[in-house]
């Protein structure tokens, strides 16, 4: 069973802060790496993708991935109140092309 | 662009009944997957379908779960029948098929089990 793991949190931090989420995964063969956003009673929300070993920006958003720890993470600059949510780690692996889901950390930004 | 439609999108039933979930992807995207999520936890992988092609079903309860896409385009997801424990969100996601693409996901539907 190809697993992905998160800490569940609650992650709180101060508005303005950096948010630091991270996520591991099993499955060495993995390809394709994703973080979404969930808002309570929302579905899931894609906000990055990353493929290749390092960092991604976008806008406030970092991802960075290191295949060799089968690691992922992702790094969110100036947290605002609005960012407060669960994020999701998922992963694509090699074969089929299934898309595995982390239990997510759900991050509290305090104003 | 049409995003993922799902429906209904909240369902409330009775034990032992059956229910129905409808999905229909974006255009072009030959790759289908559904997800049950409870409350708290993140979404566990029901079934994936490549065009009509089921790759992967490894999870589905197939007891009381079954699956359809027959024209690889809208699929069905149907429990039959219900247990308490099936209460849950069913996603629904899709994605080009290609192995670098992202799957966007609907709305869902918030299924009551009573």
């Known amino acids: 069973q190809k697993e992905v793991e998160q800490n569940s949190g609650p992650l709180s931090v101060p508005e303005g802060a950096i948010a630091s989420l991270n996520c591991t995964y099993s499955?060495?063969?993995?390809?394709?790496f994703f973080w979404y956003r969930q808002y309570s009673g929302k579905s899931p929300e894609l906000i990055m993708s990353?493929?290749?070993?390092g960092d991604k920006e976008d806008g406030r958003f970092t991802a960075q991935l290191n295949k060799a720890s089968q690691y992922v993470s992702l790094l969110i600059r100036d947290s605002q109140p609005s960012d407060s949510a669960t994020y999701l780690c998922?992963?694509?692996?090699?074969?089929?092309?299934?898309?595995?889901f982390g239990g997510g950390t759900r991050l509290m930004v305090k104003p | 662009e049409a995003g993922v439609a799902q429906s209904p999108r909240y369902k409330i039933i009775e034990k032992r009944q059956s229910v129905a979930f409808w999905c229909n992807p974006i255009?072009?995207?030959?790759?289908l997957y559904w997800y049950q999520q409870i409350l708290g936890q993140g979404p566990k992988l029901l079934i994936q379908?490549?065009?009509?092609?089921?790759?992967?079903d490894s999870q589905l309860p197939k007891d009381r779960f079954s699956a359809e896409r027959l024209k690889g385009v809208d699929s069905t997801l149907k429990i039959q029948p219900a247990k308490l424990e099936d209460s849950a969100v069913y996603l629904c996601?899709?994605?080009?098929?290609?192995?670098?693409?992202?799957?966007?996901f609907g709305q869902g539907t918030r299924l009551t089990v009573v």
């Open positions: 998922a992963v694509k692996g090699n074969a089929g092309n299934m898309l595995t």
């Open positions: 990353i493929y290749s070993n």
């Open positions: 499955d060495r063969g993995s390809q394709s």
């Open positions: 996601a899709s994605s080009l098929p290609l192995g670098l693409t992202e799957a966007f």
């Open positions: 379908f490549q065009n009509n092609g089921v790759v992967d």
């Open positions: 255009s072009g995207h030959a790759t």
